[in-house]
């Protein structure tokens, strides 16, 4: 049997649909608060990331599922990955970067890190999370 070209277990494209956007949003929610209480060098470059637009999702299957999430906001793009296990209602954010784009003279594309470590998020505000 063929099984194509993906690597199996690997990511896979996916449908942006409402709970990846409620996903993207609520986890970029959830960083600014972090980030307001820091004095992080990238979490000063992100003035502002709400609103969020999604640009492309991927997922994989794990123990769970991984979103592999890129979305749009006002200070650059967002690049999340965020591990669900709905059955111990399990949500973190894994990595969350911003792509900042080039200021005045320069082509370089900054990217940074917005957390340090996996940033546990709450399920249950999560599943009554509106956009």
Do not use: H
């Not at 199996?8 to 980030?35: H, M, W």
């Not at 999702?57 to 200070?75: D, H, L």
């Not at 399990?90 to 792509?99: F, I, M, P, R």
């Amino acid at each position: 049997m063929c099984l194509g070209a993906a690597a199996v277990g690997g990511y896979q494209p996916a449908q942006d649909n409402e709970k990846t956007s409620r996903l993207a949003a609520f986890s970029v929610d959830q960083i600014a608060k972090q980030c307001a209480a820091s004095n992080s060098f990238a979490c000063s470059r992100a003035s502002e990331l709400s609103p969020v637009k999604v640009l492309k999702v991927e997922q994989q299957v794990v123990a769970g599922v991984n979103y592999r999430i890129a979305a749009s906001t006002p200070s650059g793009t967002v690049n999340l990955i965020v591990f669900e296990q709905a059955w111990t209602k399990t949500l973190e954010v894994v990595q969350a970067t911003l792509a900042v784009p080039p200021a005045g003279a320069s082509l370089a594309i900054e990217t940074l890190a917005l957390i340090d470590s996996p940033l546990s998020l709450d399920a249950a505000a999560f599943a009554a999370y509106k956009l």
